[in-house]
């Protein structure tokens, strides 16, 4: 029998066992069988609780958000897992329907709080203020993109139609491009991989406000995908404090120019002090898009974030028309891509049309998704490589290392690659690449203006460890780390080989680099088939699949090599000049894609992220939360009971302790990218299984010679005794 069809079954098994919640009815007969040495697992295992699980249950109750809806499992992808294996198209069909959730949010959602963001904004444009959109981790990236994808290149375009450009300038003022910030936890590194200790700080989000130079009279934007996150509240209520310092002050006035955007119930956040303070503050505009749980538990990077961005975006949009409308004409309207006037309700509607485009290229996608797995499977790696969707991808691309427990992306002092994935952009260098990035210079956090409030204001020793120690990570030297560009040492250190995967996006008008000799698409295109390598192209385009198709069949030379690999995206870009929604489509697209791919290399548990990484205290209390639900599935099974008895389930408190136990057991070991939810997991199944502690090295083992999803297939079938 093959391996596959041995999975399958296994699947199988592990579906009726473990995605049906079980309610046992204990007899008195029954409840002799309960195992009494276990009845203290801490004792049992070995473990007394850490200082740090101590703390961390006791004083940490605020990060312990494991009742928050989107860290809920979503019933439509329950079985993910199981359904991947078996057929990725099935798989992307159910990641795709929780999608279905934004649509039917934005046809419910009232509208007043959002045209009064867009009123803000359009008045903030013309008063000369400046538009601070600020979020952390996926909302941290979606400010970054405001600025860099939508707000910036807009401005390049307008730039180059001199005689309109000075009308503009003497109506918004010089330095109109540069009136919107977006800014993200730990700054422009923090794109990268988040920054350990910044996110759970209240005082990062004041100080960067204060760096950036928030003023009072600016619009502030805040958007937390669980409207918990504290660098994001402490930005909020950094620049209410900055209206309440007036003698004048007055909610109704500060309301209108600040504004928090956060995707969870009310009556979910109240029990949280730090979101109770904003939701019962009046002189806070709060914006709820919650649209449920994520197609991937506690995944906000999918569709918290795609809403989002979607919204805030398209309200940004439409603030920006309707300023415009009233110094330009129609004729001038037209040439930024305004081509008619439009109301906020009819943008919102558009998402519906974007989402069934995707679904239309569902075969085309699976194919992709399965050679992606493949060639990480087999050993080989992928270069992404885009221009104007640079930003989305690279999202997307630096999202799946936390996510998913991957390596990040590698500095230039990698002698080797060890991510599975890196980005390529249309430049000749390191600094050019970020410029073209970001639509500006690097950003970092100047140590010199961080550390003594750090050192003064933070009282908790293992915040202010990891705050000063991320500190020395944040700077302007960073950017000197990474390389996107088609440089030298990129082609020579980090180009293709035979196996890998080259991924090109184009999105309008960049599908007309395939006719042009010597275009960088091009140049890529034929790197890696000269290498050996395969290809991928996806078109984000307002083009039809079929004049895609007759572009390709003129080159001959490409068409036959990538047809078996070709997406197409047909998206409408009429009255959409910051190209929102050809942004949107690929996001969705990714989202689903890159999702599908890791949990076909087994990276996902029904629709849990077990390979999380906990390294903040939000991420402790995901990790812990998974823990104990893996392990009380599985001693809730039937199978599990008749062969070892009724035991009581892990208590949060249990499963804390060894997760910290975990954390401390792999700091220091190279266990490339073993997570410390799986060794958990396995070490207390596989120590009540076999009714004697097993250690931290045995699980490890086990982890590596079996792994989480095998382990917890076949656990109470009676095949590890």
Not at 51 to 77: C, G, M, P, W
Not at 84 to 94: D, F, P, T, V
Not at 226 to 240: C, D, K, P
Not at 256 to 274: A, G, H, M, T
């Amino acid at each position: 029998m093959s391996s596959l069809k041995i999975f399958l079954i296994l699947s199988l098994f592990f579906l009726t066992t473990l995605v049906i919640p079980v309610t046992l009815q204990v007899s008195a007969q029954e409840e002799s069988q309960v195992l009494q040495p276990e009845e203290n697992l801490l004792q049992f295992l070995g473990i007394s609780p850490s200082a740090e699980s101590v703390d961390y249950l006791q004083n940490k109750t605020q990060f312990q958000l494991h009742t928050l809806l989107t860290e809920q499992r979503h019933s439509k992808t329950w079985n993910l897992s199981y359904r991947i294996h078996k057929e990725s198209r099935a798989g992307l069909e159910m990641l795709f329907s929780v999608d279905e959730d934004i649509e039917e949010r934005l046809e419910t959602l009232d509208l007043k709080n959002l045209e009064k963001l867009v009123k803000a904004i359009e008045e903030a444009l013309l008063e000369k203020k400046k538009i601070y959109i600020y979020g952390c981790g996926a909302t941290g990236r979606l400010a970054k993109q405001m600025e860099s994808t939508f707000w910036h290149p807009f401005w390049q375009k307008a730039k180059k139609r001199k005689r309109l450009w000075s009308k503009i300038e003497s109506h918004l003022g010089e330095g109109i491009e540069e009136k919107l910030i977006g800014e993200m936890t730990g700054g422009d590194r923090a794109l990268i991989s988040s920054l350990e200790g910044f996110e759970d700080l209240q005082l990062i989000g004041r100080l960067q406000l204060e760096d950036r130079e928030i003023e009072r009279g600016d619009v502030v934007i805040c958007v937390t995908e669980g409207g918990e996150t504290s660098s994001v509240i402490g930005t909020i209520l950094a620049a209410l404090s900055q209206w309440k310092k007036g003698s004048d002050f007055n909610p109704s006035h500060s309301k209108n120019r600040l504004y928090f955007v956060y995707n969870n119930p009310d009556e979910k956040l109240i029990p949280f002090d730090r979101s109770r303070e904003v939701l019962e503050e009046d002189g806070i505009t709060k914006i709820n898009l919650a649209t449920g749980p994520q197609a991937i538990t506690g995944s906000t990077r999918m569709q918290a974030t795609t809403i989002e961005t979607f919204v805030i975006g398209n309200a940004l949009q439409t603030a920006l028309e309707r300023t415009l409308r009233q110094f330009l004409s129609k004729r001038e309207m037209k040439k930024l891509g305004f081509r008619s006037s439009f109301s906020l309700e009819e943008k919102l509607r558009e998402f519906s049309s974007i989402l069934q485009e995707v679904k239309k290229s569902l075969g085309s996608i699976a194919e992709f998704t399965d050679l992606e797995s493949h060639t990480y499977n087999s050993g080989h790696l992928s270069t992404y490589f885009a221009q104007k969707g640079l930003i989305t991808v690279f999202i997307d691309s630096t999202e799946r290392s936390p996510t998913f427990r991957l390596y990040p992306l590698d500095t230039v002092k990698e002698p080797r690659r060890k991510c599975w994935i890196q980005v390529w952009t249309p430049s000749s260098g390191l600094q050019e690449a970020w410029l073209a990035f970001l639509a500006r210079p690097f950003r970092g956090l100047s140590p010199e203006f961080y550390r003594k409030p750090f050192e003064e204001e933070i009282q908790d020793p293992y915040l202010k460890r990891a705050a000063l120690e991320s500190l020395k990570s944040a700077g302007n030297d960073q950017q000197f780390l990474y390389d996107f560009s088609l440089s030298e040492f990129n082609l020579t250190n980090r180009g293709p080989e035979k196996g890998d995967l080259g991924v090109l996006i184009f999105m309008t008008p960049e599908e007309k680099q395939l006719k042009e000799e010597g275009a960088s698409f091009r140049t890529f295109i034929d790197l890696f088939l000269k290498k050996g390598a395969k290809v991928s192209l996806i078109f984000v385009t307002d083009k039809s699949p079929k004049k895609i198709s007759k572009l390709l069949s003129k080159r001959t030379d490409i068409s036959e090599k990538v047809k078996d690999s070709l997406i197409v995206l047909e998206i409408k870009d009429k009255n959409d000049p910051f190209s929102l929604n050809l942004q949107i489509a690929l996001k969705i697209l990714l989202n689903a894609h890159s999702t599908a791919v890791m949990a076909r290399l087994g990276k996902v548990i029904g629709n849990t992220m077990t390979n999380v990484s906990p390294s903040n205290l939000k991420l402790i209390g995901r990790a812990t939360y998974l823990i104990q639900s893996h392990v009380n599935d599985v001693l809730g099974r039937p199978e599990w009971v008749k062969l070892h008895g009724i035991r009581k389930p892990v208590s949060y408190g249990e499963a804390n302790a060894v997760l910290f136990e975990a954390i401390g057991f792999l700091k220091n070991r190279k266990v490339g990218q073993t997570a410390e939810v799986a060794l958990s997991i396995i070490r207390i199944l596989e120590s009540l299984r076999r009714k004697e502690s097993i250690s931290p090295q045995e699980a490890l083992k086990i982890v590596r010679k079996t792994g989480l999803s095998q382990y917890l297939m076949t656990v109470t079938s009676g095949q590890n005794e």
